[in-house]
């Protein structure tokens, strides 16, 4: 079940796990479809990703976010540590510096949609097909259609990101949806 958070909202809830020294996965799709991941492990975090951008240089994104769709879990199943991570009270001391609704981002650090071809588009829902296919059968083709049609036309890698979001929750509950995001995430890495 997810919930739509703000900016400070969100800093609160990762600081209160970070506080009780809590486990749990964070999920977000923000206001402007960017997919968020954060892994916290006995209050340390241990993993941060929004879109293709991991570690450290996906702070400076994150803290352009004025909110979004968040979904928390306290698997056991956390997701795989991310290389180049400040420690954990860096982390939350830059999100806190700026961020949210008070900040006003500089035109350097906000990302410029990146645009997609048609065929990039195509030969990545071509691969991106058997991958799900392998979580949820037949069905999934149907899947995808829907999710593409819901979406519109398919421009910008963001826009692709919002799509694999929503296929990961059909998958949540059939299958290993982290497993299929993961997967998702390296194919569209190595095609695009």
Do not use: W
Not at 45 to 74: C, F, V, Y
Not at 116 to 134: C, D, H, K
């Amino acid at each position: 079940m997810s919930q739509y958070v703000n900016y400070a909202e969100f800093i609160n809830l990762l600081k209160g796990l970070v506080n009780n020294r809590s486990s749990a996965n964070i999920m977000m799709v923000t206001d402007d479809h960017h997919s968020l991941r954060i892994a916290v492990r006995n209050g340390a975090i241990e993993s941060l990703a929004i879109g293709l951008r991991k570690g450290a240089a996906a702070i400076p994104l994150l803290r352009t976010i004025q909110g979004g769709s968040l979904r928390m879990s306290h698997d056991r199943d956390l997701l795989p540590a991310t290389p180049d991570l400040p420690d954990t009270h860096t982390i939350l001391h830059l999100l806190e510096q700026e961020g949210g609704e008070t900040a006003t981002p500089s035109p350097r650090s906000t990302p410029k949609p990146r645009g997609l071809t048609s065929m990039q588009v195509e030969a990545f829902i071509a691969e991106l097909q058997p991958l799900m296919q392998r979580y949820l059968g037949p069905i999934a083709a149907l899947l995808i259609s829907t999710a593409t049609e819901d979406i519109g036309e398919i421009q910008t890698i963001e826009q692709l990101e919002q799509l694999l979001v929503t296929l990961e929750s059909e998958v949540e509950g059939i299958g290993d949806h982290r497993a299929f995001l993961q997967e998702a995430q390296r194919l569209m890495e190595q095609l695009l």
